[in-house]
């Protein structure tokens, strides 16, 4: 645009360099026409003719001027008409450029405003993101919750089970030491397997179990068993160990019943 208005700034200034041009050629027509008129004076009056008047001297000059203005103008016009050409395409040029400048403008606005709506839409998928992570979390967390509570389920499952199981144990040896008793009669009890059985059975009862249910192993609260056709001292023997047993085997189906 700059570039453009200077192209036309320095063709006014050209117009002015034109007209000065033209009027020192106008002054030195009107010199050799009046230096003609002075030689057709001459040529007149050599020949025995009148001289010419003043008035025809100035009219003759005057025509001469006019005719020499014309021919000044004419070919200042037909210079005149490719600057006027090249001004018109140069104002055409502008006009376009201005268009498209006009058009690009529009373009860029046109753009800002789809950017501002992304912005906006990219703000409100943020938000959206936003909770859709908070609530996974959320999930996630409860999830961690769920996982650790089978997990201490299924250990408290597993620790009852190896609690059956030993306490299956422990009444099988209970059940042998019984059975040792009632076959023998005529021997001495096996105390000595008995005193081991309740101790173990009692040390394990304190690292597993309450300190209730030790107490009911040591003080059972079963009704006592007697076994007839036995000395006094095996049945009191056999029955003191069946009746821990049977405790043992209570406290088994306190653990499958919580289960």
Do not use: C
């Not at 030689?39 to 003759?60: C, E, N, P």
């Not at 299956?168 to 105390?191: C, H, Y």
Request: aromatic share 8%; hydrophobic share 40%.
């Amino acid at each position: 645009m700059i570039k453009i208005e200077g192209l036309l700034t320095l063709t006014v200034g050209e117009r002015f360099a034109d007209l000065g041009q033209f009027t020192w050629q106008a002054l030195v027509f009107l010199l050799i026409g009046g230096i003609m008129m002075m030689l057709i004076d001459w040529t007149v009056r050599r020949f025995g003719h009148d001289k010419v008047s003043h008035a025809q001297y100035m009219t003759a000059l005057a025509l001469s001027g006019l005719l020499g203005l014309f021919l000044l103008w004419e070919e200042s016009y037909r210079n005149f008409q490719p600057l006027k050409t090249h001004n018109e395409l140069l104002l055409a040029e502008v006009a376009s450029l201005r268009e498209e400048l006009k058009a690009k403008d529009q373009n860029v606005e046109i753009l800002e405003r789809r950017f501002d709506k992304f912005t906006a839409q990219l703000t409100e998928v943020g938000k959206d993101t936003g909770k859709t992570v908070h609530a996974l979390q959320e999930k996630l967390k409860e999830r961690e919750n769920q996982i650790a509570s089978l997990q201490n389920q299924l250990h408290e499952k597993i620790k009852k089970a190896a609690l059956r199981n030993q306490l299956a144990q422990l009444r099988v040896e209970g059940n042998r030491i019984i059975d040792k008793a009632l076959s023998t009669p005529t021997s001495r009890p096996p105390s000595d397997e008995r005193k081991q059985w309740f101790t173990s059975t009692i040390q394990y009862l304190q690292q597993n179990m309450d300190a209730g249910h030790v107490e009911e192993f040591r003080n059972p609260l079963t009704p006592t068993v007697h076994f007839d056709g036995l000395p006094a001292s095996h049945d009191v023997f056999a029955s003191d160990v069946e009746s821990r047993v049977r405790v043992l085997q209570r406290f088994s189906d306190e653990l499958r019943e919580a289960n």
